[in-house]
C-alpha cells in the first residue's frame, strides 16, 4: 500500500485491510471484487490484483519462499520487495535499493547522474556496503536515513553519520546529488462516462481485468483517447494519473450498457468506486441537489 502512497493515507486502510482479510490464507480465498473495492481510493490497481495472486500462490504452497530468487517469482514482488523481504525477515545478504537507499549512496559517492543513469552503479556500491551480519537491520536503517536525514531537500548533514566521509558534503552542495530527472510534460487525454440513473439507482460496470483502473467498478464508458466526445455534458471531472491526464466528460443516458448492476445511491459509498469515478459521481449528484435548490 505504502508504494506511491503516503503513509498518512495508508495506515487506517491498512488497519482496516487486515481485520477484514488477517490471514494470507483469508485473502486467497476473498473474490477479487471484493479486495478491489477495500483499495478503491489507494490508486495503483495493479498492485491490489497481485496482492490478491501473490496470496494464491503463497496459500497453494504453504507458505512463503525465504530467498530472493525464489520471492522474485511471486506476483508483484519486483527486486527491490524480494530482496528486502530476503534481508528484513530472512536475513539474506540481500541488496536493498529504494529510492531512499540509492540517494544516500549517490550523495557518500559523490555520483552526480541521475539515480535512473546511474541505478546499476548504486546497486552494485550498495552491495558492496552490506554486512553479512543482520542485513536486514542494515537495509531499514539505509532507508530510514534517507527518509529522515538524508533528504532530497535540506538533507541534515550535520547530524547524518556518514557526513565525514561523504563526498557530496565536502562539495558544499549535497543538494546537487544525485541530479534531478527532467519531468516530462504528461500528454493529456479525455473520457467519456454515462450516468444512467433508475429508482434511486444508478448502473455501474466493471472495468477490464488489465489496462488503467482494471477490474475496478465503473460508470460506463468507451475507451479513452485524444479528442474530446462530442456532444454536450452535464459535468466534467479532472484528473491526474501518472502517465497522463484526463478529462472526462459525465453525460446522462437512459438505458444500462454492457454488463453490470444497478447500485443504490444512498450505499454508493459501498461500490468501491475509484477515485476518477467517485469524483464523477459527486459532480452529478451534486448538480442534481443544485438543480432541486
Same mark, same amino acid.
Not at 476473498?30 to 478503491?40: G, H, I, R
Not at 500462490?57 to 512463503?64: C, D, L, T, W
Not at 520487495?81 to 534481508?87: E, L
Given at each position: 500500500?505504502?508504494?506511491?502512497?503516503?503513509?498518512?493515507?495508508?495506515?487506517?486502510?491498512?488497519?482496516?485491510?487486515?481485520?477484514?482479510?488477517?490471514?494470507?490464507?483469508?485473502? !486467497? @480465498? #476473498?473474490?477479487?471484487?471484493? =479486495?478491489?473495492? %477495500?483499495? /478503491?481510493?489507494?490508486?495503483?490497481?495493479?498492485? +491490489? *490484483?497481485?496482492?490478491?495472486?501473490?496470496?494464491?500462490?503463497?496459500?497453494?504452497?504453504?507458505?512463503?519462499?525465504?530467498?530472493?530468487?525464489?520471492?522474485?517469482?511471486?506476483?508483484?514482488?519486483?527486486?527491490?520487495? !524480494? @530482496? #528486502?523481504?530476503?534481508?528484513? =525477515?530472512?536475513? %539474506?545478504? /540481500?541488496?536493498?535499493?529504494?529510492?531512499?537507499? +540509492? *540517494?544516500?549512496?549517490?550523495?557518500?559517492?559523490?555520483?552526480?547522474?541521475?539515480?535512473?543513469?546511474?541505478?546499476?552503479?548504486?546497486?552494485?556500491?550498495?552491495?558492496?556496503?552490506?554486512?553479512?551480519?543482520?542485513?536486514?537491520?542494515?537495509?531499514?536503517?539505509?532507508?530510514?536515513?534517507?527518509?529522515?536525514?538524508?533528504?532530497?531537500?535540506?538533507?541534515?548533514?550535520?547530524?547524518?553519520?556518514?557526513?565525514?566521509?561523504?563526498?557530496?558534503?565536502?562539495?558544499?552542495?549535497?543538494?546537487?546529488?544525485?541530479?534531478?530527472?527532467?519531468?516530462?510534460?504528461?500528454?493529456?487525454?479525455?473520457?467519456?462516462?454515462?450516468?444512467?440513473?433508475?429508482?434511486?439507482?444508478?448502473?455501474?460496470?466493471?472495468?477490464?481485468?488489465?489496462?488503467?483502473?482494471?477490474?475496478?467498478?465503473?460508470?460506463?464508458?468507451?475507451?479513452?483517447?485524444?479528442?474530446?466526445?462530442?456532444?454536450?455534458?452535464?459535468?466534467?471531472?479532472?484528473?491526474?494519473?501518472?502517465?497522463?491526464?484526463?478529462?472526462?466528460?459525465?453525460?446522462?443516458?437512459?438505458?444500462?450498457?454492457?454488463?453490470?448492476?444497478?447500485?443504490?445511491?444512498?450505499?454508493?459509498?459501498?461500490?468501491?468506486?475509484?477515485?476518477?469515478?467517485?469524483?464523477?459521481?459527486?459532480?452529478?449528484?451534486?448538480?442534481?441537489?443544485?438543480?432541486?435548490?
Amino acid at each position: 500500500m505504502l508504494q506511491q502512497t503516503t503513509v498518512a493515507t495508508v495506515k487506517p486502510r491498512f488497519r482496516r485491510f487486515i481485520e477484514r482479510w488477517p490471514t494470507v490464507e483469508a485473502l !486467497a @480465498a #476473498a473474490p477479487d471484487e471484493e =479486495v478491489l473495492s %477495500e483499495w /478503491a481510493g489507494l490508486g495503483y490497481y495493479a498492485r +491490489a *490484483r497481485n496482492l490478491i495472486a501473490c496470496a494464491r500462490q503463497v496459500a497453494a504452497r504453504g507458505s512463503f519462499p525465504s530467498t530472493e530468487v525464489e520471492l522474485r517469482k511471486l506476483p508483484g514482488l519486483g527486486a527491490y520487495t !524480494a @530482496a #528486502a523481504v530476503a534481508a528484513i =525477515v530472512f536475513g %539474506e545478504r /540481500a541488496v536493498v535499493v529504494d529510492t531512499n537507499v +540509492a *540517494r544516500v549512496v549517490a550523495r557518500y559517492h559523490g555520483i552526480g547522474q541521475t539515480l535512473h543513469e546511474c541505478f546499476d552503479e548504486i546497486r552494485k556500491l550498495t552491495g558492496d556496503m552490506t554486512p553479512s551480519e543482520r542485513p536486514g537491520d542494515f537495509a531499514q536503517a539505509m532507508m530510514d536515513l534517507g527518509a529522515t536525514i538524508c533528504r532530497p531537500k535540506q538533507p541534515d548533514c550535520a547530524i547524518c553519520p556518514l557526513s565525514a566521509d561523504c563526498r557530496a558534503y565536502a562539495s558544499g552542495a549535497p543538494e546537487d546529488f544525485p541530479a534531478t530527472k527532467k519531468k516530462l510534460e504528461r500528454p493529456h487525454r479525455h473520457g467519456l462516462a454515462w450516468w444512467i440513473e433508475r429508482g434511486g439507482a444508478i448502473w455501474l460496470v466493471r472495468r477490464p481485468a488489465k489496462g488503467m483502473l482494471g477490474g475496478m467498478a465503473a460508470l460506463p464508458g468507451p475507451e479513452w483517447g485524444d479528442e474530446v466526445p462530442a456532444g454536450p455534458s452535464h459535468a466534467i471531472v479532472a484528473h491526474g494519473f501518472t502517465h497522463f491526464t484526463l478529462d472526462l466528460y459525465v453525460t446522462r443516458r437512459t438505458e444500462p450498457v454492457g454488463d453490470g448492476w444497478w447500485q443504490p445511491i444512498d450505499r454508493l459509498a459501498e461500490a468501491g468506486l475509484p477515485t476518477l469515478y467517485a469524483k464523477a459521481a459527486q459532480a452529478m449528484l451534486s448538480r442534481k441537489e443544485d438543480l432541486a435548490a
